[in-house]
């Protein structure tokens, strides 16, 4: 499943006015991984970049003539919501940014506070063991079915060690489109509650279907 339109889709709508031109804008942190320029839409008569969130134009920077416009990220779009939504929709890091600004990284199954848990531990670095781990399961008392995971986070106390952000709707169920209005925050225990759960129902889907089409083929043999 895609989780956003790629950039060639979006530049060639854009781009079918006869007064557009596709530019691409070479970015640092893109080309040290080895990435291919951003592709945008500009249209040079009236200085106009076509932003890469949304239908809209914004005025931008003189783009040079050859088509290669060495630049940054943030020049891209036309106002820091783009921004933002452009950063959930391509990145996990970005979606869960923008679901941490929502959720403050409280679980939407227990109730927890996972960065709160996180700078208490970061608070008891010095303390004895015992009482850290007294701290994660007053928490939610079901970090004690997760021991390396409660490790890991007792090692490094960290956000991402302690939540999730979850796709309320499956990724083999369709949910791998999904924004942030469609993703939960989940502390850790919830998260792996919740993905086991998803995965003994798939199994029991798959085993129906199996004894369905094993009994219409038992069916189809009697008839004949």
Not at 71 to 90: D, I, M, V
Not at 188 to 207: D, G, I, L, N, S
Request: hydrophobic share 40%; proline share 5%.
């Amino acid at each position: 499943f895609r989780r956003h339109v790629p950039w060639r889709e979006l530049v060639a709508a854009a781009s079918r006015a006869a007064t557009c031109e596709v530019y691409e804008v070479r970015l640092p942190n893109r080309e040290r991984l080895g990435l291919a320029p951003i592709q945008q839409a500009v249209d040079p008569a009236r200085g106009m970049a076509k932003c890469l969130a949304c239908p809209a134009f914004y005025e931008c920077a003189p783009r040079r003539p050859g088509r290669v416009y060495d630049g940054s990220l943030q020049e891209l779009f036309c106002s820091t919501a783009c921004r933002t939504a452009y950063a959930a929709k391509t990145s996990a890091s970005g979606l869960r940014r923008v679901v941490f600004a929502r959720d403050g990284g409280v679980c939407a199954g227990c109730g927890c506070d996972g960065h709160a848990l996180v700078e208490q531990l970061r608070a008891l670095k010095a303390a004895p063991h015992g009482r850290r781990v007294a701290t994660c399961l007053r928490s939610n008392p079901r970090w004690a079915d997760h021991r390396r995971c409660l490790d890991r986070l007792l090692a490094k106390p960290s956000d991402g060690l302690a939540w999730e952000a979850d796709h309320a709707v499956r990724v083999a169920d369709g949910g791998g489109e999904a924004l942030a209005d469609a993703v939960q925050t989940l502390c850790v225990p919830c998260h792996k509650a919740k993905t086991k759960a998803e995965a003994q129902q798939a199994a029991a889907a798959r085993r129906a279907a199996k004894e369905a089409a094993q009994d219409a083929a038992r069916e189809a043999v009697r008839a004949s």
